[in-house]
């Protein structure tokens, strides 16, 4: 994850808000003859942003307009592209009609907002879209039968940087965005397609998923069980955000696999994992190490560690079964927080990816997957 600056951070606008922007320029020429530069839209919640056209250009019966997303200091991968909006007048009564051109993908799997087959422009972004279709069409008595087509040059490079195709959106980057504004390192875009890869699980009927800390532990947990990509929730540090909306949205079982810093975290409490957010009490640790049998000076060295990878090779080195205890600990405080909802275990590996501890396994058996 990008180092968050110091200092107040600037906000940006989304793709969503950015499609909505060029949306209005082109039907407003269309209608009126004339691009408004810079283009004014009104977002969900009442702010108006001006936005400055790059492409403005027109032929019989259809326009073009484009403009270049400013995600503000928000890390966001598609800071600096170009949203392009193509609008065409449609045959009467056929609506408002929306389209995926270069660089935005098409909907392969059930589970997300809209169908298989749909350009993936979600909900939101759509409704302003139309919003701002319907108000010029009121200003100029006009109907509003419009086939909308939103590109994104270089889109489908770009989409591999993100989870599109483990959600199964296939050629290019989705348009997205609630409210319209970024709000930097917010982490929002990172937790909504944790809640879009458990919906899309869902329903494809996986009854086993797993979420991973980090790329290692993601490939350890694949391996072990042979999961599927699309069985994969790019979890992160976000345990909370995945347990909690499986809380509402279950899936039969679910792997979490981490570091064992990460998921002492999680055992003591902790269900957001970011170093900034959370941090390991190591007298508690000192405390879980006097339980499982470690003596006074293995506990006193484990109040003055500098990490828990130097605790757990401390343990390690004295026999004692401290990531055994860990797991336990995690999977409990992954229960709480699941209520019941569904069934869980955690998998502990070390940094090479080899499996160093597991509980939950009883649960495994219950519920027994097939994956898959």
Request: charged share 20%; proline share 6%; with cysteine.
């Amino acid at each position: 994850m990008t180092r968050k600056p110091d200092g107040p951070l600037r906000k940006g606008w989304t793709t969503g808000a950015c499609a909505t922007a060029a949306t209005r320029a082109a039907w407003q020429a269309l209608l009126s003859g004339a691009f408004p530069d810079p283009v004014t839209i009104t977002l969900p919640r009442g702010e108006t942003p001006s936005f400055k056209l790059i492409k403005a250009k027109k032929g019989d019966g259809w326009a073009q307009a484009s403009v270049i997303k400013d995600a503000g200091d928000d890390p966001d991968v598609t800071h600096g592209a170009e949203i392009i909006s193509t609008v065409r007048i449609a045959k009467p009564g056929s609506g408002i009609t929306f389209n995926a051109g270069e660089g935005v993908g098409t909907i392969t799997k059930p589970g997300l907002p809209l169908p298989p087959g749909q350009a993936a422009i979600n909900p939101k972004p759509r409704e302003m879209m139309i919003g701002q279709i319907t108000e010029l069409c009121d200003q100029f008595d006009a109907q509003p039968d419009v086939e909308i087509e939103i590109s994104i040059p270089g889109g489908a490079e770009i989409a591999r940087k993100t989870w599109n195709g483990r959600l199964g959106i296939v050629g290019g980057l989705s348009v997205l965005g609630t409210t319209g504004i970024v709000i930097p390192f917010s982490c929002a875009a990172w937790i909504h397609s944790i809640h879009r890869g458990i919906d899309v699980a869902r329903a494809t009927a996986r009854n086993h998923v797993a979420g991973a800390t980090g790329k290692t532990s993601e490939a350890a947990i694949r391996a072990f069980y042979g999961l599927p990509e699309d069985a994969i929730l790019d979890m992160g540090d976000f345990v909370g955000g995945m347990l909690k909306y499986l809380r509402k949205n279950p899936v039969p079982f679910v792997s979490i696999a981490g570091g064992f810093a990460k998921l002492v975290k999680l055992a003591q409490g902790h269900l957001d994992l970011h170093s900034s957010r959370s941090q390991v009490d190591f007298d508690r640790l000192a405390d879980t190490i006097a339980a499982c049998g470690g003596d006074e000076t293995l506990q006193d060295q484990c109040r003055n560690a500098n990490t828990a990878k130097q605790v757990l090779e401390l343990c390690q080195a004295a026999n004692v079964k401290i990531a055994d205890t860990i797991s336990r600990q995690a999977c409990e405080s992954a229960r709480a927080t699941l209520d019941g909802a569904c069934a869980v275990e955690i998998v502990i590996t070390d940094r090479s990816g080899t499996i160093i501890a597991r509980h939950g396994m009883g649960d495994f058996e219950q519920f027994r997957p097939t994956g898959s």
